[in-house]
Every structure is written in C-alpha cells, then in structure tokens.
C-alpha cells in the first residue's frame, strides 16, 4: 500500500464534487433520486422478471442451505441487488486495499462493457440540474477499449453534452502528449472540468500504462482518474488489486473499472470509487446498469470465492507462476527470433500476461493462426486492425500452462512461420 492509502478517499478534484452533488440534488429534489435495496429483505417481492419462477428453481439447487438469497430477476435498482451483491462489493474494496477507507464504495455491472459504458454516459454528459453550459474535456488514451470509447461517445450523443463534451485522444501512453493536451485544452478553460481514461494493462498490446506519469499530471491539472484495470485486476498487485495497487497508487485513482470474467473467473463487471457521490451517480446516470438486469447471485458467489482464492496466499502463488510463465515464454520467443512486443513501457517488471507477436500483414497473421490452428491444434487468435494499428498474434499466457506446452507454442510458432513463408514464395 503506498503512503497515503489509507488517508481521506472522498474528496473529487477541481469542480467535480459540486458539479456530480448539483445533478444528484436535482434528482432528489424531483423525488427521481434512485438508490439499491436489498432483495433479501423484502417479504414479498413484485418486482422481478422471474415470469416462471426459474431462476429461483436453479438458487434453490445450487445453494447450501446456510446460504440465505432469494433470487430476483431485476435491475440492481428495482429487485437485483441482494445481501450477496452487498458482500462482493464490500470484497471488492478488499481487493483493493480500500476497505473502510472514507467514501470509497463499489457499484456491480452486468459487464465490464457496461460499467465503461456507465462511467461515460454518467461523468461526460450534462445532466439536468447541472450547469447547462459546463464544459468537460474528455482526454482517452488512442488504444483504450472500445467500451471506453464507446462510453465517451454516447455521453456526446445524450442531449445536454453535443456542445459541451470536448474529446482529446491522446497518443498511446504518451503522457508528454497528454500534457500537452491537458495545457492547451483544460489549461485555457477556466470553469470547465477534465477526465483523464485509460487502461492499466492495454488489452491488445499487454503494456502497461504509465500511471506514475499520468498521476503526477494530476499535481498541475485537476482532472478525475478513471482506470479501466481489466486485464490486471487478480493479476497485478501484492492481492491481486491490479496495477494501481502494485504502484502504491490507488489513491490517485478516484474510479477503478474492473471485470469479474477475465481473472476472476466469473461474470460481470464493477467499478471502484474513491467517493459516494461517483457511485450515486453511476447509479442514476449510467444508463447500461439502470435499464439492465443485475449480475445472478449465483455468478456474484462465485465472484466472492473467486476474489477470496485471489487475494490470498495461493492467488500470490499462481500471479508468481503466472510471471515465471511470461518470463519463459518471452524467452522462448525471443531465441527463436519472434518481435514480441511483450512491451510494459516503464512499468515491464510487473510482467503483462499478453505477449503479442508482430506479423509482417493482416494475411501473414491470418495464415499463422490457422496454420497453428490446423496443424498444430493450437488456438492463438489473430488480431487485426481496426481494433489495432498493425497486425499481431495475441498470445495470453495462464497460470496454469505447463512449461511443456509453452515450449510446444513456441515450436510451432517456429515451424508454422517457415511453412507460412513457403506459401507466400510459391
Ligand atoms: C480493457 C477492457 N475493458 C473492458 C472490457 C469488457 O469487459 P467484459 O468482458 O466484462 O464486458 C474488456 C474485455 O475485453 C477489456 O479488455
């Protein structure tokens, strides 16, 4: 934990609490303030899309008897959210290292797609009650996720924001050209408010985001930190808590957004904030986790063990094979004569599952995955642009990978990067 961790996690930067507060007392005022409620503690519930009663059927088959949750089939703010939900949030926190930390708190989303999806249509709009005519400038890394983007995009597309949503994509992980950006843009601004997104782990590229850069940017700007921590959430971090933690920086971070289906293991996706004001607002303003039906209860336990296995003692034994992997498959690559990209920029000690491997065109890499696939029955999948600048085999590396197989991928790398050039000479 870094040395200011455990200090006071509630206050926002710049302008952002009164802006997020005005919004919400508009609700409240208007008696449209939203909030969760526990469906365990509901006598009788008339609020679930259960039409046959199934979902109930299959908790009352998978459950123990010391396990107390009904199922309800809702919105996590009409009948989804259960004592079990509450207990994953609080895990979450854990997770983070944040537990009992003043202000932060935990929301669910049915996916991490809608949890960026929420984030942006929550933070980058204007919304009734706010000033009309806030400016917000949006700064996203050029490689963010396409949830990320996505998020941003129908924050510009709701009514309040067509004028006052600016969007500043800066280059990859180039925290020189964000402050540059955030200078000429934020800097000349006054009374606008900035969001700075990024990945901590680039899914496609498995670098890590230079964190250390982009916090010490917050010294002179004022802007939220919203981390997407997908790929490095049960991954990085002395418990797993992603990249943000391993740095000794959670508490520049003011929403982490996570995923329950990459390393957890279950489904879902979640979203940490350093303030209650963040959460009301995800809640009331992010559209994908109001007008969809919360995670099942069943996948929220799963969750719960999940994250319990990871932060504990045998998930620091398979994070350190997971690395031991990393390590020997980069090496294996390497002698082999393959660019892996396995990049990690500064932070590369904390060792990026996601080894992607250079291909000369979108046709190389294409033969390369099906030869691989064909002959050798091995499945690493091509990735080509648009969703990335320039082709590349994506190999993601598990714990639990032998040694053996590793070597079997880079073999056949090797034999089907000779058969793939002796297509292309015939
Ligand atoms: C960086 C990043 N964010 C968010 C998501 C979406 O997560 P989910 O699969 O839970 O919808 C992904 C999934 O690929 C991702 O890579």
């Excluded at 508009?26 to 009663?53: I, Q």
Aim: hydrophobic share 40%; aromatic share 6%; glycine share 10%.
């Amino acid at each position: 934990m870094g040395a200011s961790e455990g200090e006071s996690m509630s206050s926002l930067p710049g302008e952002w609490e009164g802006h997020l507060q005005r919004g919400l007392d508009h609700l409240e005022s208007a008696h449209l303030l939203r909030h969760t409620r526990k469906s365990d503690e509901m006598s009788a519930c008339f609020g679930s899309n259960d039409y046959l009663g199934l979902a109930q059927r299959r908790t009352a088959a998978a459950t123990t008897s010391s396990f107390r949750c009904p199922e309800r089939r809702g919105s996590i703010l009409v009948s989804g959210y259960s004592a079990a939900h509450e207990d994953l949030e609080e895990k979450i926190l854990e997770l983070k290292s944040l537990a009992g930390c003043p202000g932060a708190c935990a929301v669910l989303f049915p996916s991490g797609f809608a949890a960026n999806l929420s984030v942006g249509m929550a933070l980058c709009s204007v919304h009734a009650g706010q000033n009309p005519s806030q400016r917000i400038h949006v700064y996203s890394d050029e490689l963010n996720h396409a949830s990320i983007i996505d998020g941003i995009r129908f924050a510009k597309a709701m009514k309040g924001s067509r004028n006052n949503l600016f969007l500043h994509v800066y280059k990859h992980n180039d925290v020189k050209d964000l402050k540059r950006q955030l200078q000429n843009a934020s800097g000349s601004d006054t009374g606008s408010l900035s969001v700075v997104f990024s990945e901590s782990v680039f899914s496609m590229d498995g670098d890590i985001c230079d964190l250390r850069g982009i916090a010490q940017l917050k010294q002179d700007h004022k802007f939220l930190l919203v981390l997407d921590e997908a790929h490095a959430t049960l991954v990085m971090g002395d418990r797993g808590g992603g990249v943000a933690q391993a740095l000794g920086l959670s508490h520049e971070v003011d929403l982490a957004v996570g995923t329950l289906s990459k390393a957890v293991g279950s489904f879902g996706g979640f979203a940490v904030a350093r303030s209650g004001l963040l959460r009301s607002i995800l809640l009331n303003k992010g559209r994908p986790v109001i007008y969809s039906t919360a995670l099942p209860s069943a996948l929220v336990r799963e969750a719960l063990t999940n994250i319990d296995i990871g932060m504990g003692e045998q998930g620091s034994a398979m994070r350190e094979k997971l690395r031991k992997n990393v390590r020997f498959l980069t090496k294996a690559l390497v002698e082999r004569g393959f660019i892996c990209g396995q990049g990690g920029g500064k932070e590369a000690q904390l060792m990026s599952p996601i080894i992607p491997v250079a291909m000369p065109s979108e046709q190389f890499a294409l033969r390369t995955s099906s030869h691989l696939w064909e002959k050798h029955g091995i499945f690493v999948p091509a990735i080509r642009p648009p969703t990335v600048p320039t082709s590349r085999l994506r190999i993601a590396v598990l714990a639990t990978h032998s040694l053996k197989e590793l070597l079997l991928l880079a073999d056949a790398l090797t034999e089907t990067r000779s058969a793939v050039n002796e297509h292309a000479r015939l």
